[in-house]
């Protein structure tokens, strides 16, 4: 089975070729692809120099770098990696080989399973923030839903659409997994510490916010009955208020018409979410993997 690392990088020049060492050393006959989101320092030449195949992405943001590797990179097994030397090159055959040997689509190296990973405080608060809040709202058993170092199947890469632009889309891989019933394996990684001089790209409170936003835009999407649902709630609580304490007949009636288009709103989106969700995975179903066809044409060109 093909393999492809896919390394995606902004500025690790100190790191980038140590990574792509690393990763040939483990897996000698995986291809290394280098995907640099317009660096201004010289990781590009890093990367160059240390035998990786190296592509541009100009659009900054890790999501744009995620669906250009996605989209350009042919593979059997895809190995996600970031390029800054914090995640262990030999701990890659355990994320591999659910994937080989067909028992899982994606594989997450999750931190939260691994002893000693080094966070720094506020990343870490964050991380068990929005991971609590994924887990509850869509009845997820996630330990780690932020990690960088992920092993993929070719169906789970070429069948998921992606659209996040930045540091959100590892929320958004996660979640769409879950919710499109894609098989989640975690295993133990350890996070280490970024080597001395290097520097994280990461804003906490810009991308927190993104990756909040985020959270909550595909709980509409994928829970539109929780979502309008719980408006209705919270109007029909009103309307009782308001009528208890002898408010206006014009507010009360205006806060129960609201109440109730919310909830039929709620209704009729999550019935459609659900039949498009049924035609995705038939469709799904109905398309063979271009890599099986590919074979049984072989084969039978052979005979």
């Given amino acids: 089975m093909k393999t492809a690392i896919l390394i995606p990088c902004l500025n690790e020049e100190q790191t980038v070729a140590r990574v792509i060492r690393d990763f040939r050393k483990e897996l000698p006959d995986a291809d290394i692809h280098v995907f640099d989101n317009a660096s ?20 900054r943001g890790k999501g744009f770098v995620v669906q250009s590797m996605f989209r350009a990179v042919e593979a059997d097994i895809y190995v996600m990696v970031d390029g800054d030397d914090t995640y ?28 000693a ?15 609590g809040m994924v887990n509850v709202l869509f009845g997820a058993r996630l330990t780690d839903m932020l990690s960088g170092y992920r092993a993929m199947s070719r169906r789970f890469v070429k069948g998921l659409p992606l659209v996040v632009p930045g540091f959100e889309i590892e929320t958004e891989l996660s ?23 290097s520097f994280s790209k990461l804003r906490r409170f810009h991308d927190g916010v993104r990756i909040l936003r ?25 309307t009782a208020a308001t009528a208890l ?11 129960l018409t609201a109440a109730i288009g919310s909830t039929l709103a709620g209704l009729i989106v999550n019935t ?32």
């Fill in 88 to 115: 262990p090159a030999p701990e890659v055959h355990e994320l591999v080989r659910p994937i080989a040997e067909g028992k899982a689509d994606m594989v997450v190296g999750s931190r939260f399973l691994a002893e």
């Fill in 117 to 131: 990973s080094e966070f720094h405080a506020l990343n870490l608060a964050g991380n068990k923030l929005f991971l």
């Fill in 175 to 197: 979640i769409k997994a879950v919710e499109r019933g894609f098989r989640i394996v975690e295993v133990p990684t350890r996070l280490r510490k970024r080597p001395e001089g």
């Fill in 214 to 238: 985020t959270i909550l835009a595909l709980v509409r999407d994928y829970r539109p009955l929780l979502v309008f649902g719980g408006a209705g709630a919270v109007l029909g609580a009103l």
């Fill in 272 to 303: 459609v979410s659900r039949r498009l969700r049924e035609v995705e995975v038939l469709s799904r179903l109905a398309a063979p993997d271009e890599r099986l066809a590919e074979v049984e044409n072989a084969t039978s060109k052979a005979a």
């Fill in 40 to 59: 201004t320092d010289n990781t590009v030449q890093e990367a160059f120099a240390a035998g990786a195949s190296v592509h541009r992405e100009c659009r």
């Fill in 245 to 255: 304490f002898n408010g206006s007949p014009l507010l009360v009636m205006g806060t």
